[in-house]
């Protein structure tokens, strides 16, 4: 496990000097590997992501090399549909904190492959919005959602990720339920996991439960996430709000 709060401190040091590159998307490069059944793992198993990296860790990780090569400051790891309400899909929720630490310990072992002291490589720990969203899909608790995020965060964080990526959110209470499961994990290491926080804005200005951006950051700047930022962003929406919002941005274009 690293050191979660020189992590921290490094990550805060270099985006005060500049921007830092996060990878691209980890599916559309396994889509071009033309992976087969047998790949995931056997024909029940196809299309879970996630388990690749038991099944053919080579694949990602030389995918985060790549990423790496072309010169990103950050990789996430292959764990996107990591919480257990989705790896039970494929029937594999008991494996979940398994498959989160080993995504990121290959997600590990790329960065320190091309860490240098002059350019210190970071893993952001990709959670998922899961398939469920409390206001949208219904069919979860809050407690559900709060404990599926903590088996996630706590694999990722003891396979060795620098900062937790709570990504592509739909829904804010999915984003309470993911940052409360990681401040209690930070709680047990006595070390706070840094956080960034990612949500995506649909064309009509809203996440697709409704909120806005600035009704989203209400309801979570008490949290003291590290950074927020939007996924697929449609600038006459979202620009107002972010010049009323004091805190580290990123922007994120759709996967492919």
């Given at each position: 496990?690293?050191?979660?709060?020189?992590?921290a401190?490094?990550?805060?040091?270099?985006?005060?000097?500049?921007?830092l590159?996060?990878?691209?998307?980890?599916?559309?490069?396994l889509?071009q590997?033309?992976?087969?059944?047998?790949?995931?793992?056997?024909?029940?198993?196809?299309?879970?992501?996630?388990?690749?990296?038991?099944t053919?860790?080579?694949?990602?990780?030389?995918i985060?090399?790549?990423?790496?090569?072309?010169?990103s400051d950050?990789?996430?790891?292959?764990?996107?549909?990591?919480?257990?309400?989705v790896?039970?899909?494929?029937?594999?929720?008991?494996?979940?904190?398994?498959?989160?630490?080993?995504?990121?310990?290959?997600?590990?072992?790329?960065?320190?492959?091309?860490?240098?002291?002059?350019?210190?490589?970071f893993?952001?720990?990709?959670?998922?919005?899961?398939?469920?969203?409390?206001?949208?899909?219904?069919?979860?608790t809050?407690?559900?959602?709060?404990?599926?995020?903590?088996?996630?965060?706590?694999?990722?964080?003891?396979?060795g990720?620098?900062?937790?990526?709570?990504e592509?959110?739909?829904?804010?209470?999915?984003?309470?339920?993911?940052?409360?499961?990681?401040?209690?994990?930070?709680?047990?290491?006595?070390?706070?996991?840094?956080?960034?926080?990612s949500?995506?804005?649909?064309?009509?200005?809203?996440?697709?439960?409704?909120?806005?951006?600035?009704?989203?950051?209400?309801?979570l700047w008490?949290e003291?996430?590290?950074?927020?930022?939007?996924?697929?962003?449609?600038?006459?929406?979202?620009?107002?709000?972010?010049?009323?919002?004091?805190?580290?941005?990123?922007?994120?274009?759709?996967?492919?």
């Amino acid at each position: 496990m690293r050191n979660l709060s020189e992590s921290a401190k490094a990550l805060r040091e270099l985006l005060a000097e500049r921007i830092l590159v996060l990878d691209g998307a980890m599916g559309t490069m396994l889509q071009q590997r033309n992976l087969t059944a047998q790949d995931f793992g056997g024909v029940a198993l196809e299309g879970c992501n996630e388990n690749l990296v038991r099944t053919r860790p080579d694949v990602v990780l030389d995918i985060h090399r790549r990423y790496f090569e072309a010169g990103s400051d950050i990789v996430e790891t292959n764990s996107f549909g990591g919480a257990p309400i989705v790896l039970a899909e494929y029937g594999l929720a008991a494996d979940a904190h398994l498959l989160n630490k080993r995504a990121a310990e290959l997600a590990r072992q790329a960065a320190d492959e091309f860490t240098t002291p002059g350019k210190p490589r970071f893993v952001a720990g990709s959670m998922g919005p899961t398939t469920k969203a409390i206001t949208v899909t219904g069919g979860v608790t809050f407690e559900e959602l709060r404990e599926a995020y903590y088996v996630q965060a706590k694999g990722l964080v003891e396979g060795g990720i620098d900062l937790l990526l709570v990504e592509t959110c739909q829904d804010t209470r999915n984003i309470k339920a993911a940052i409360l499961a990681i401040h209690k994990l930070s709680k047990e290491l006595g070390s706070q996991v840094p956080i960034i926080v990612s949500v995506t804005i649909e064309p009509m200005g809203t996440m697709l439960a409704g909120q806005t951006v600035e009704a989203m950051w209400a309801s979570l700047w008490h949290e003291l996430c590290n950074g927020a930022g939007v996924h697929d962003r449609p600038y006459p929406y979202t620009e107002p709000a972010y010049r009323r919002i004091c805190v580290l941005l990123s922007e994120r274009g759709a996967a492919g």
